[in-house]
């Protein structure tokens, strides 16, 4: 028996020794994995790296706006951002999505059928476990189920650089999360249709050939099919409830459902082993980190310190902020209030400026959904002093790309407003500029009820300087459907309320997780984090962990070098991260205390400019605003009649009416119209 041991032994470790000579002698230190990490792993991490260099450069540089109009300014640029496709169910496709989906989707092809094509070359390999007197037909239905949840792999490395909401990769594209999210959409469709279809031919294979007890398998050496169950389990889950019926009348299912990604990423390791795992790694490596960082951001409680209740079932939240947090308009701010519900998150549009408001950041919301209502309903109810709340964020594009054109037409309809008036408050902060220059602005907005015209209030800010209002060119259409003349208010008395709410010593204003160099202190964690983990797997592999225990003669548990992979990730990456949050978190606090102080000790000559008359404000709103009753705006009408050669239209509503917006702006008629959709529902 000994003697059987340490032929065993002799055997793995030759294979072993084997193995270690085909690869580069520096590879050797990361184990069977070193090719996998250098070729997949390691050259997405440094894109992402390098890409928060260069977005921190280009948020130090003053001219980045002049470089990024002239960009986006030519024709070859505007030609690629016009919609191509404006159909169900892929909704607002661009010609350049069009490009990267085909190109995607031949990569997709040529890999499968390439896989297809060695794997009825190799029927029998190393893959495959032999079973005697298997059939042909029977040997290519097993290779082609394998080689299915190979491809599908493919997909899955993408799948989370949409939902990372702080990724440098998507802004240095010049996108959002927001913006991305279809594309998460459609890489879970196709990777749910590649391993579903993988699952369901191992499942037909096993039974053909009378093997269903691999159903219950957990091998020690090869892959765990009862960890693979359960992942195709918990994706199913998620795929069924995100469907747009389901996802749209039960929100919360979906919601709650889509935890389970955690679950499903934890077994799909197991099930698919350490090789596939690296090669999907960069994406699950910075998700992790954005992850870890919201959380972090998350844990502190926001310091909310008034809301306005408008009469159209709208409040205002308005929350304090550190004077060094500077976002662009249409950013986004994740709420969580747990009086309402403790899981929930939910993205609002800040309103507010973060120039003209240096201590404030908005965010209105519409009483629209269960959990919308329940927050107006505590709200308007007057009985609350106090409301706990965690944010997450803002998240929003690094640029204000819609100043590049000569005029603005820009339409939204009911809630969709509210990233219409951040963008006319960084107008009005661009037109106090000397020698400024802001396009003239046509704002087309449609309401159900003459109540919701309130919501023109928020146009302007509270609290303003005195400026021009003629020089902001600003021209209000507004259009009341469901009501032929404007009706008087249920209750005159209430027609704007303002709460205010008692400070609370652990309540802070919300400040970047980050600080102000966000980009930089990103780069580093990436970067940190990484190295961490490569250097950590290298010195256990080299000095402890072998493939082969020495001992026994016998491998490691497969899913055991997978938990080790997994922990291994998360340790670095909470490791640098929260050790460079404590730092920064100390700087803010250092930086913060010395904007206070500066402004205790300067002369507070502009805080009476500051307030100005809520009624003036409605005044001014009103001689720009033409309100008309019982119609609804011939938006084809209104764009092709509009005259400019470089009109940008932005659109943010009901998604009949982003289709027949975009489809306007598609057509040969309509060549000096620049169409941007800045809906988050796609």
Sequence with gaps: MAHHLDCVAYQNLQRFLETQLTRPPHLHIFGDQGMNLVLFSFPVMFIAALSCVHLH???????????????????????????????????IVTAMEIGFAVMFVALLVWSLTNYIHVGFAHLHNMHMKP???????????????????????????????????GSSILAMFGLTSESSIKYHIWLGHLSMVLFAAHSLGYIIFWGITHQMAQMLEWSNSHVSNVAGEIAIICAMAMWVT????????????????????????????????????????????????DRYLRFLQSYQRAELVSARILPCETIELNFSKSQGLDYNPTSILFINVPSVSKMQWHPFTVTSNSHMEADKLSVVIKSLGSWSQKLYQQLSSNSVDHIQVSVEGPYGPTSLHFLRHKALVMISGGSGITPIISIIREIIFQSTKPDSHVPPVRLICAFKNSADLAMLQLLLPISVTPFNFTKLQLQIEAYVTRETQQQPPSDPHKLLQTLWFKPDPLDSPITLVLGQNTWLWLGAIISSSF?????????????????????????????????????????SIFIVSSAIFIWCKKQNAIEEGKRNQNAKLSTPATDIEL?????????????????????????????????????GVLVCGPRKMRHEVATVCSSSLAHNLQFESISFNW
């Design 531 to 571: 190295f961490l983990f490569l250097f950590v797997l290298g010195i256990v592999n080299h000095f402890y962990i072998y493939p082969i225990d020495h001992n026994t003669g016998e491998h490691y548990h497969v899913s055991f070098i997978c938990l080790w992979y997994m922990f291994l990730v998360c340790a």
């Design 57 to 91: 450069l280009i948020q130090t540089r003053k001219s980045n706006k002049v470089s990024y109009s002239t960009y986006y300014s030519t024709s070859f640029a505007s030609f690629w951002r016009r919609p191509a496709s404006v159909k169900a169910p892929l909704g």
């Design 611 to 647: 307030q100005s008359s809520p009624h003036n404000h409605e005044s001014l709103i009103a001689q720009a605003t033409q309100v008309q009753y019982g119609t609804r705006p011939d938006l084809k009408k209104i764009l092709l009649e509009t005259k400019g050669s470089d009109i």
């Design 242 to 289: 995100s469907i747009p019926r389901a996802r749209q009348k039960m929100f919360e299912l979906f919601f709650y459902t889509h935890q389970l990604y955690v679950l499903y990423i934890v077994f799909y390791i197991l099930h698919a082993g350490v090789s596939f795992f690296c090669t999907i790694l960069p994406g699950i490596f910075l998700f992790i980190i």
């Design 131 to 165: 079973i005697p007197g298997l059939k042909e037909w029977e040997a290519k239905l097993r290779s082609v189920s394998y080689r299915l949840g190979l491809t599908g792999n493919i997909c899955l490395a993408f799948l989370f650089f949409p939902v990372t909401r």
